[in-house]
């Protein structure tokens, strides 16, 4: 069983441009969680998703950033005009439906905003 | 809310010295608590758990045990590697299908 798959594992923009970071969450998980570490620091939550639903977006920033986990495919975490503060690696997890206390992280993506 | 409190780094022992890195947190009801490590440039790695007062999570050497009187989940290594060099998070999760919350992480550096 492949553990979550994030992709890219490393992505570049230049202020204003959008990024897209895929999460495949581990098979039969049906819930998928995001967080961000910036440098030297420890991981923040962002949004928590099922399939076609936004369950809490409690730690999204409210402009630019948005979340997605379509019926099929990857969860999409997007994010438009990007700044440099936006520099920083974006964790994905995910939940099995036979122990919800535990979630299992993806390699990240890091991304790095010139 | 819930937060948590580890000791903040770096920690730097020699091999095969004793480590203790501390953990302390808030929350609501009765949470899970969780050691994760971080090597240098790769995602988080569960390392040990536990679920309820007086278990004791144990993995590759390390243990902690969930102290609820004093709200404590320290992590423990009898004698440390320089392949244990990381980040370690201790964090916590209310249970269901909700957030973790993390600590800021303890960097760990072992040298030979």
């Known amino acids: 069983n492949a553990g979550v798959m994030q992709n890219p594992r490393h992505l570049v923009r230049r202020r204003g441009q959008e990024a897209r970071l895929r999460c495949s969450p581990m098979?039969?998980?049906?819930?998928v969680y995001w967080y961000r570490q910036l440098p030297e620091e420890g991981l923040k939550f962002m949004v928590y998703?099922?399939?076609?639903?936004?369950?809490?977006e409690s730690g999204m920033p409210k402009e630019r950033f948005s979340a997605e986990f379509p019926k099929e495919g990857p969860s999409i975490l997007r994010i438009q005009q990007v700044v440099r503060g936006d520099s920083a690696a974006y964790f994905c997890?995910?939940?099995?439906?036979?122990?919800?206390?535990?979630?299992?992280f993806g390699p990240g993506t890091r991304l790095t905003v010139l | 809310g819930n937060s948590v409190t580890q000791m903040e780094g770096p920690v730097t022992l020699s091999e095969e010295a004793f480590l203790t890195i501390n953990c302390t947190y808030t929350?609501?009801?009765?949470?899970?608590l969780f050691w994760y490590v971080q090597y240098p440039g790769e995602g988080l790695q569960l390392l040990l758990k536990?679920?309820?007062?007086?278990d004791k999570g144990s993995n590759k050497g390390f243990e902690a045990t969930y102290r609820k009187e004093t709200t404590s989940f320290h992590l423990e290594k009898g004698s440390v590697q320089v392949s244990d060099s990381a980040v370690y998070f201790c964090?916590?999760?209310?249970?269901?299908?909700?957030?973790?919350?993390f600590g800021t992480g303890t960097k760990l550096q072992v040298i030979p």
């Open positions: 997890a995910s939940s099995p439906p036979t122990d919800t206390d535990t979630q299992y």
């Open positions: 098979k039969g998980h049906s819930h």
């Open positions: 998703l099922q399939k076609e639903n936004i369950i809490d």
């Open positions: 929350a609501t009801g009765y949470p899970s």
């Open positions: 536990a679920t309820k007062a007086d």
């Open positions: 964090a916590l999760h209310s249970g269901g299908y909700q957030k973790v919350t």
